[in-house]
């Protein structure tokens, strides 16, 4: 299996951003998927998360800016980030629950957000 992302970059404040996470390979299905963050000094914490019901969570920072979503056909979790501020800015990770022959945990590469003027 492998997940890969996409869609991080440089972004001034008030702006938007859509992050992409894909899972390929010999895969049956994605329980839970999810983005979480770790900015430089910190630890990683939980942005985002989707579950295979379609029941969405957020962390209170970014309630009302953030969407995330799934394509269930395509094995993708999506982040769109709005109102982008700078306390944005770090690693996004996204994170999925994947079935296999067995029940597996895989991270993404991670991709740098950078909200700055």
């Known amino acids: 299996v492998q997940v890969v992302e996409s869609g991080g970059g440089l972004v001034q404040p008030g702006g938007s951003l859509r992050l992409s996470c894909a899972a390929s390979?010999?895969?049956?299905?994605?329980?839970?998927m999810g983005w979480y963050r770790q900015a430089p000094g910190k630890v990683r914490e939980f942005v985002a998360g989707?579950?295979?019901?379609?029941?969405?969570s957020y962390a209170d920072s970014v309630k009302g800016r953030f969407t995330v979503s799934r394509d269930n056909a395509k094995n993708t979790v999506y982040l769109q980030m709005n109102s982008l501020k700078p306390e944005d800015t770090a690693v996004y990770y996204c994170?999925?629950?994947?079935?296999?022959?067995?029940?597996?945990?895989?991270w993404g590469q991670g991709t740098q957000v950078t909200v700055s003027s």
């Open positions: 994170n999925l629950l994947v079935v296999t022959a067995t029940l597996t945990n895989y």
């Open positions: 989707t579950t295979s019901g379609g029941s969405t």
């Open positions: 390979g010999s895969i049956f299905s994605v329980n839970s």
